[in-house]
Nanobody, 122 residues
């Protein structure tokens, strides 16, 4: 059974750094995509970063240059390294796993963690 667990959230001052970790179990390397999303209450969920079937990482333009996706443990974990944090980065951050779909990441991710809160203060 696939299970996704996030950790590493917390409160940090603007300009600071945090490292989030996503640990996935019950998946097979090369058969799943693993990604990060964030959501603020009342707002739509926003994609942040992912690692695709081929092991290539990418991040959203809004966080490019500040956030990096760092795979580890044969891509069964995906850290989100966040630096130069801004107040607007405050959100609940979720990790999710999605099964291989036509050779790469699926349109829908089936397994989600419970989220880890990131709060950035000025």
């Amino acid at each position: 059974q696939v299970k996704v667990v996030e950790s590493g959230g917390g409160s940090v001052q603007a300009g600071g750094s945090l490292r989030l970790s996503c640990a996935a179990s019950g998946i097979t390397v090369g058969r799943y995509c693993l990604g990060w999303w964030r959501q603020v209450p009342g707002k739509e969920r926003e994609w942040v970063a992912l690692i695709d079937i081929g092991g290539v990482t990418s991040v959203a333009d809004s966080v490019k240059g500040r956030f990096t996706a760092a795979p580890d443990n044969a891509k069964y974990t995906l850290a989100l390294q966040m630096s130069s944090l801004q107040v607007d980065d405050t959100a609940m951050y979720y990790c999710a796993a999605g099964r291989n779909y036509r050779g790469n990441c699926p349109p829908v991710y089936d397994w989600w963690g419970q989220g880890t809160q990131v709060t950035v203060s000025s």
